[in-house]
């Protein structure tokens, strides 16, 4: 893997099977009584958040904190950045801390590309979110859920599935990361939108797609449930569909949807979910739901990503092991942190 993480374009298959199979091991931790690890004791990761943020921003702590590290959240309300501060400066004064790891989410796109390119910090960057652009951990915690759920073989990707996503394609950094990283692990994905919700240049994309989901549903192994950005479209002031009832009658997974499906089809959702809007609350409790999986999964993959960044020698972990066709091995605590 590269220094930075700005892009699920940086990863190549063999990076994105690596960040799989040793978030599968650290994934075991979940189930516990101690749930921490030494191997980042010592170094120091930064959650820089410019943006509101629940799941990822907890998610991202508690992988840091599992692998041992210094945790530090700088939120920009109640910080110098809401006195104006400028990125370069905040990015200074986090070199000066010695953060070994800053986790970006921002507003605009772009921003942690800036951060890690700009030669101001010698930390690694990981892109939490920028604008409407990429949210690459996201992409991979979804390619881990389906990777458990569709294949038993850990040097197998998601070759031949069949991945719709649907809604807010427009908006969404997470349709952008997905339809990315997804081509490169073999999947074959359609987006399902109305034509106002997708984006300028999507033909350029590595996906198919329909305005009809009916037509995608009975076809697809996951269907992947977008949150229509109501806040965003206030921004842009479109007017992207008629109504909200008229969305969830063209758009929405509800039960009869739902019977269309495969027996092994899966329905993922990145959260926070409009219940009733994209999809209804019988859909997003049901046993074909793997929301609430997302979450649990996120730790894991977050802890993959900064362990391979940070862990010193990626060979050692990736190289070797993975050539012989064996799993990494992660240190394990001798208890004395927990």
Request: aromatic share 4%.
């Amino acid at each position: 893997m590269k220094k930075h993480l700005l892009s699920a374009a940086d990863l190549t298959r063999g990076d994105a099977l690596l960040v799989l199979r040793t978030a599968e091991e650290l994934r075991s931790l979940a189930d516990r009584p101690i749930k921490k690890l030494p191997a980042l004791r010592g170094r120091t990761i930064v959650n820089l958040f410019f943006e509101d943020s629940t799941r990822t921003r907890i998610s991202f702590e508690a992988a840091a904190k599992r692998l041992s590290a210094d945790v530090i959240n700088f939120s920009a309300k109640g910080s110098s950045l809401s006195k104006g501060e400028s990125l370069k400066d905040t990015a200074l004064t986090l070199e000066a801390m010695g953060a070994d790891a800053v986790v970006v989410r921002h507003w605009a796109s772009g921003a942690p590309h800036l951060l890690a390119n700009a030669g101001w910090s010698r930390s690694s960057v990981i892109n939490a979110g920028d604008g409407t652009h990429e949210h690459p951990t996201q992409a991979l915690l979804d390619a881990f859920t389906m990777w458990r759920h569709l294949t038993a073989d850990p040097g197998q990707g998601l070759d031949g599935r069949r991945v719709a996503i649907v809604g807010d394609i427009l908006h969404s950094r997470v349709a952008r990361s997905n339809a990315l990283l997804l081509n490169t692990l073999g999947a074959e994905v359609t987006l399902v939108a109305p034509p106002t919700l997708l984006p300028y240049g999507v033909e350029s994309w590595p996906v198919e797609t329909s305005y009809d989901l009916d037509a995608v549903l009975p076809k697809s192994d996951v269907v992947m449930m977008l949150r229509v950005q109501k806040e965003r479209m206030n921004l842009s002031g479109g007017g992207f569909f008629p109504t909200v009832r008229e969305y969830s009658r063209r758009y929405g997974l509800d039960s009869r949807r739902m019977a269309q499906l495969q027996d092994h089809t899966i329905v993922m959702h990145p959260g926070p979910m409009n219940r009733g809007m994209e999809i209804t609350a019988d859909v997003a409790d049901s046993k074909r739901s793997v929301i609430v999986e997302q979450v649990t999964n996120g730790v894991a993959v977050r802890m993959a990503v900064l362990y391979l960044l940070l862990g010193g020698n990626e060979s050692a972990i990736g190289g070797a092991r993975a050539e012989a066709g064996t799993e990494p091995s992660i240190p394990t605590t001798d208890g004395a942190d927990a």
